[in-house]
């Protein structure tokens, strides 16, 4: 084998970075886990990767304290991977690296905030349909944290209105940038519908909890709005973002998940917003 020259510049922080992440299966191995595998057999089955390279792996993020393990059985003791705090700051370098892939490997490198019906990204969401949700904690514009991904309820992703921070420039230009307001408008007036069968409805943006406070006490918004700026629900669940006004924006999708925590219903792309809620509360309403 020729002799690894790899000698990274201390003084670097790019290098230091790709140092402690050391190859393709480090990146995985922390996008699979921020998904909530967090067994070591569950990341073997999900990665295709063979238990010694996994362990290696896992030694090496350990030792550079990026995960930790904590005990979940005893008796043979075995152990779950969670991420660190330095991990969790390494989830937006996952979600840039997707953002990248999906835009310049899988797409034909246009800045869209919508997919096609026969992309890449959009096969990628709607497999989503039949999986059970982890746990996904999320400041809410109100105060708090709330369980985002907890049924059943009706979950809609933004990529942002503008009121009360004014929109990027050229935002209209981007396709499928253009009807957040609107969105949140159609389904204020499905909500009592949904909120009489039990229904819980949510909005998550990547804006901060203050802005969406603004929008939701302009608008009378009665439902949860909730803040993925650290981009934890984008990685947890691989949801399509986009890049503008230097920050990344959640895709305009809709999910249908049951008292199970299953995702029963995927819509995406969402191309018609008023139909796209008419579907959400139907489907909701019938399971």
Known sequence: MPRNTWSPDPSCGVAQTVNVLGDGWSVLILRDIARGHQRFDDLVAE????????????TGLIADGVLRREPYQTGPVRY???????????????????DWGDRWLLGDGSLTA??????ATAHRVRELTGQTTPVVQLPSADGGTVDALAGPAVLFTYPAT????????????????????????????AYPRLATAGIAVRGVSTQRPDEQQAFATAEGIPFSLLSD???GLAAALRLPVFRAGERHRLK??????????????????????????DWAVETALTL
Request: with cysteine; net charge negative; hydrophobic share 45%.
């Open 114 to 119: 919508v997919d096609s019906d026969e992309s």
């Open 162 to 189: 503008g009121a009360p921070t004014p929109l990027p420039s050229g935002w209209s230009a981007i396709p499928g940038a253009v009807g957040c307001t609107l969105e949140n408008r159609l389904f204020l007036k």
């Open 252 to 277: 305009r999708l809709i999910l249908v998940i049951d008292e199970d925590r299953t995702i029963r219903a995927v819509r995406y792309p969402v191309v018609d917003i008023a139909a796209a809620v």
């Open 80 to 98: 779950a991977y969670e991420l660190t705090e330095a991990g969790r700051e390494l989830i937006g370098v996952v979600v840039a690296l997707q």
């Open 47 to 58: 990665l295709g990767i063979s238990r010694k390279v996994l362990t290696e792996r896992l």
């Open 229 to 231: 700026v650290d981009l």
